[in-house]
């Protein structure tokens, strides 16, 4: 009954038990001054009434302030902490899954200019003007992987053991 009655507001008992004895107080005093009404038109009037009003004040706007609104921003360092961490893991994982498609991602661009910048703070050298010194520090395999073309993304743990190696510089 009240999801029928939803639309309507809050109706209550007592206001409507009131209403219905105004409107029999009001069919008394017009029965004593000689003026003839039906009583149950007059309860169906005064219930109406209050049907209405409470309409009315079920539209009305809410009197309670709402709820302060708490908003985060992106830019926040605790919302996401490790969300390069989750950008890095995305790209090698849509690497991994489109094979041919590894050479020229981002994936493996933002490897080679991680181990060249890594190579050129830590020790000052460059994978292009000094090859064989970068060689001995990364090792054959690594510096093959971040030299030369690779169409496909290697296996994890082929690719664990290069990052180990550029973390290794």
Same mark, same amino acid.
């Given at each position: *009954?009240?999801?029928?009655?939803?639309p309507? /507001?809050?109706?209550?008992l007592?206001?409507?038990? /009131?209403?219905v004895?105004?409107?029999?107080?009001?069919?008394?005093?017009? *029965?004593?001054?000689?003026?003839?009404?039906?009583?149950?038109?007059?309860?169906?009037?005064?219930?109406?009434? $209050?049907?209405?009003?409470?309409?009315?004040?079920? *539209?009305?706007a809410d009197?309670?302030? =709402?709820?302060?609104? &708490?908003?985060? #921003?992106?830019?926040d360092?605790s919302?996401?902490?490790?969300a390069?961490?989750?950008? %890095?893991e995305?790209?090698? &994982?849509?690497?991994? #899954?489109?094979? /041919?498609? +590894?050479?020229?991602?981002?994936?493996q661009?933002?490897l080679?200019?991680?181990?060249?910048?890594?190579?050129? $703070?830590?020790?000052?050298?460059? $994978?292009? !003007? !000094?090859?064989?010194?970068?060689?001995? $520090?990364? /090792?054959?395999?690594? +510096?093959?992987? @971040?030299?030369?073309? #690779?169409?496909d993304c290697? =296996?994890? %743990?082929?690719?664990?053991? !290069? @990052?180990?190696? &550029?973390?290794? &510089?």
């Amino acid at each position: *009954m009240r999801e029928l009655l939803a639309p309507f /507001g809050r109706v209550r008992l007592w206001p409507a038990v /009131g209403a219905v004895a105004a409107a029999v107080s009001f069919w008394a005093v017009a *029965m004593v001054s000689g003026v003839d009404f039906s009583l149950w038109q007059l309860v169906l009037l005064a219930l109406a009434g $209050l049907l209405v009003l409470s309409v009315v004040d079920g *539209m009305r706007a809410d009197t309670e302030p =709402a709820p302060e609104l &708490i908003v985060r #921003t992106v830019n926040d360092p605790s919302w996401r902490p490790f969300a390069d961490v989750n950008r %890095w893991e995305d790209r090698l &994982i849509f690497a991994e #899954t489109k094979p /041919g498609r +590894f050479e020229g991602s981002n994936a493996q661009r933002q490897l080679v200019e991680l181990a060249s910048e890594r190579l050129r $703070l830590r020790r000052g050298l460059s $994978l292009e !003007h !000094h090859p064989d010194q970068c060689r001995e $520090l990364l /090792g054959e395999e690594t +510096f093959l992987f @971040l030299t030369r073309p #690779t169409p496909d993304c290697p =296996a994890p %743990w082929r690719l664990g053991e !290069h @990052l180990n190696a &550029i973390e290794e &510089i």
